[in-house]
């Protein structure tokens, strides 16, 4: 029996029910319940909260969020084999555990959630992770329906979202990141804490949004950051000309240096800069209407 609750050993389970880890669904099992407690605990006190958990596999993670308190976890799962090992937790968990079969970046659990807080916690599908992520963050309207995302990375990944300007992990997934949420890596996991043990090194990050980030639109962000990181070597008045635009006006125009490369813009330069890209493609759409 584990510590956790009196539910059967991870391994155990995971041999009676044929539960490889395949790697064409990104899975590594957790099967550590201390391990999975404290990725439950990094999200902070559960009571009273909606957990939405993605790739739950046997269920390691989803004991933990239950023992610890959740209200309700809302599991989605992809592997059908899982689905037994799941039905365990529930019946032991009853009304608290909902498991739905089927992808994650095709499900909308807004309808699912209900009233009262909820957060995401997951140890993602290595395969899928920083598409969820970038879907969560692109949520609107905006502040989103969790209140925080703690979630498992590989650790080059978490670096990259959290990364601060400057440094060689600074790009467009730590811009859209810091605009909208304030990050930081929890803690860092060996591979040996996996079956199998993946060749990297994971990290978890806890994310809660911003309420309210810096107005901007977020189409004009993403912009405005593909074409700076795109060349991250070349300074922003030759890197912005993808855009279509006059770089150096719209460098002006945001009060920043023509000088300076991607890496060396904060977050709110960044804004500033789809700020004015967004109010010079609006004015040339009006000049071609008044010419039609």
Sequence with gaps: MSALDDLPPLRDVIRRHGLSAQKSLGQNFLLDLNLTGRIARASGPLED???VEVGPGPGGLTRALLALGAKRVIAIERDRRCMDALAEVAAHYPGRLEVIEGDALKVDVRPLIGEGEARVVANLPYNIATVLLVGWLSTDPWPPWFSSLTLMF?????ERIVAEPGSKAYGRLAVLA???TKGRIAFDV???AFVPPPKVTSSVIHLVPRAEPLPCALSALEKVTESAFGQRRKMLRQSLKTLGVDAQALLAA????ETARAEE?????FVRLANAFSEGVGRQFGALSALK
């Design 49 to 51: 909260v909606t957990v």
């Design 154 to 158: 590989q650790k080059e990944v978490a």
């Design 178 to 180: 810091g605009w909208r």
């Design 190 to 192: 060996a591979p040996s």
């Design 254 to 257: 945001a009060g920043v240096e």
């Design 265 to 269: 813009i904060d977050v709110a330069g």
